[in-house]
């Protein structure tokens, strides 16, 4: 158990990081000609307590994302959620989906036809409708999940088809660079993939998120185009995985 005056000394730390992390975001869009209202701040929680995952709520953040689907439920009954939405963020494997149907506003890493499949069936069963972002693998790593960026378009016609989902854009993340213009240019080739299949008017897509950016790199994606970054360690300090 830790010391109240730890707790504390978190919980300021959370507070000021959330500050520096809202005028960064705000920041970046004014400077790329964008409103900050447009960009939507994704609390990375893995690994974190859910009493400091209450307290950044406590401060308005809206939305956090989980990577995996064991933890997040471990977390589920001690979280304030009634104002707060929650993401998986992390690979999914089918056999998790059950677990997660009609609990999560969104499932960001969808990368194939069976796993969208799965939670079109067992959305339907739980009366719900899941929204969906389609994970792109925009550096075409091996050990990463996502779909090919050539094979996005073909992924997403398929999907649509299916009732008890609804894609409503794409997410990425792209590889670690030692150079932040390479990050930049996966991040303006995410930008126009989204785009360009925005632009094909889908029958139930709605091309409305662009998921990418981490504690890194998110004032550069939002200059290229993102609606939503994922930030844990900015704001919630280095964590032990």
Not at 54 to 68: C, F, T
Not at 85 to 97: A, E, F, M, P, R
Not at 164 to 180: F, H, Q, R
Request: proline share 2%; glycine share 8%; charged share 25%.
């Amino acid at each position: 158990m830790m010391e109240k005056s730890s707790i504390e000394r978190c919980k300021t730390d959370v507070e000021e990081n959330l500050r520096e992390i809202r005028e960064n975001i705000a920041q970046s869009a004014v400077s790329s000609g964008r409103n900050p209202d447009e960009i939507t701040l994704l609390a990375v929680t893995k690994t974190v307590p859910p009493w400091l995952i209450n307290h950044a709520i406590s401060l308005g953040v809206n939305m956090i994302g989980e990577n995996r689907v064991q933890e997040f439920l471990s977390k589920e009954d001690e979280l304030n959620l009634e104002n707060c939405g929650v993401h998986i963020i992390g690979h999914l494997q089918t056999n998790k989906v059950k677990y997660i149907a009609g609990k999560v506003q969104m499932i960001e890493s969808v990368d194939s036809v069976r796993l969208a499949s799965e939670i079109s069936r067992l959305s339907l069963a739980a009366g719900v409708c899941t929204d969906v972002l389609i994970e792109v693998n925009i550096g075409g790593e091996e050990s990463k999940s996502g779909v090919k960026p050539e094979q996005t378009l073909e992924l997403i016609e398929e999907i649509s088809k299916f009732k008890g989902i609804s894609v409503k854009g794409l997410m990425t993340i792209p590889p670690i660079c030692d150079i932040i213009s390479r990050t930049e240019k996966y991040f303006s080739d995410m930008n126009k993939l989204f785009i360009d299949i925005g632009s094909k008017n889908i029958d139930n897509v709605d091309m409305k998120h662009l998921s990418m950016g981490m504690s890194a790199d998110y004032r550069e994606a939002i200059k290229h185009g993102a609606t939503t970054v994922r930030v844990g360690t900015a704001l919630f300090g280095s964590r032990k995985y």
